[in-house]
């Protein structure tokens, strides 16, 4: 399938428009996470839909001394990559089609979620975002646009702003995907030298030590929601031998979990890879509610995400995978 490049609003605008439109934006420098999304894209508009790829390195979400210059462009090799995976069109605009009278006076301000965490590391950044993305949803007009999970918290606002100001457009998040060794998919993973990539591993390796640490929580708390609290019921365990199973369950339950014990699983492997040649440096570890992407307490239940973000040589790199808190039910 071979995508046909747009490169203004009236082009794109001028297609003829049976079906549902799906909308893929990116910054460019595709990979396979980006085929991914408009393979989900392709399957979500249907064989009567159409598949529009946006390729627009924004600006207003690059802060002072970021990679805007030396940010990727491949256009061509995109172009192909998007038309290979299910895209109709590729909406390629330059920066005067996009903010025709220069940087815009007005945008959409990302409020206080906007300032945790990436917002914090980089000010700016998600408002810069959520004006790109206001503007490329009108001038795209979809009806379903779909956004990948490795940029949970970016996801999050995109839903935030859409509900909030009405947008009337369904957002799909897309699961991340992750090379054979676990690290996930990143246009920025071309600066790694071999070494850099090898301390970058780091970041998803120490994820799934939380995520495996979450697991064996969850697993101890159903154990001990199975343990009686009366005697005679703790007599009867014991009988068959289960006393143990049931004492180690109600420790970790009570004692050894929760939120600070998966940060702490992820947080001993960015100790070690701070040590590493080249180290790296960490920016944050996070345990958050992705509605707010504040903390969450030991109380908690439902989704979460366990996030990181740090710096690989001159390299910055972020990571998360969801986690659910209450996976086994409540106690009887």
């Known amino acids: 399938m071979t995508a046909t490049l747009l490169r203004t609003a009236a082009d794109l605008h001028a297609r003829a428009r049976t079906g549902r439109r799906a909308v893929v934006m990116t910054m460019g420098a595709l990979h396979e996470g980006h085929a991914t999304l408009i393979r989900t894209a392709r399957k979500t508009a249907g064989p009567d839909g159409e598949v529009v790829v946006t390729v627009f390195v924004n600006p207003l979400q690059f ?38 009278g220069g940087e815009p006076q007005v945008r959409v301000s990302a409020g206080p979620m906007g300032e945790r965490l990436e917002g914090a590391a980089r000010p700016g950044h998600f408002d810069g975002m959520l004006t790109v993305v206001a503007k490329l949803l009108h ?27 009405n947008f009337g457009i369904e957002i799909v998040g897309v699961p991340t995907v992750r090379e054979e060794d676990g690290l996930a998919l990143s ?11 090898r301390t970058a591993l780091a970041l998803s390796q120490a994820l799934f030590a939380g995520r495996d640490r979450h697991a064996a929580q969850e697993a ?13 019921r703790a007599e009867a365990l014991s009988a068959i031998g289960e006393s143990r199973a049931a004492a180690d369950a109600h420790a970790v339950a009570t004692t050894a979990g929760g939120p600070a014990a998966i940060r702490a699983a992820a947080r001993l492997v960015l100790d070690e ?21 504040t903390d969450i307490g030991d109380d908690f239940t439902g989704e979460a995400v366990l996030a990181v973000a740090a710096r690989v040589g001159a390299t910055r790199l972020i990571d998360n995978t969801p986690l659910t808190f209450g996976t086994f039910g409540d106690a009887s």
């Open 220 to 232: 101890l708390r159903a154990r001990a929601r199975e343990v009686p609290a009366s005697r005679a």
């Open 139 to 165: 001038l795209t007009r979809p009806d379903v646009a779909l956004y990948g999970q490795k940029d949970a918290q970016q996801l999050a606002l995109i839903r935030r702003m859409v509900r909030d100001l």
């Open 187 to 197: 246009s920025r993973n071309r600066y790694l030298s071999p070494a850099e990539r």
């Open 273 to 293: 890879a701070a040590r590493l040649d080249p180290p790296l440096r960490l920016d944050y570890l996070a345990l958050v509610d992705p509605s707010d992407f």
């Open 63 to 100: 802060g002072a001394g970021e990679d805007l210059d030396r940010y990727p462009r491949t256009l061509d090799a995109d172009v192909e990559l998007a038309g290979r995976s299910g895209a109709d069109a590729v909406f390629a605009p330059s920066v005067d089609e996009v903010y025709p």
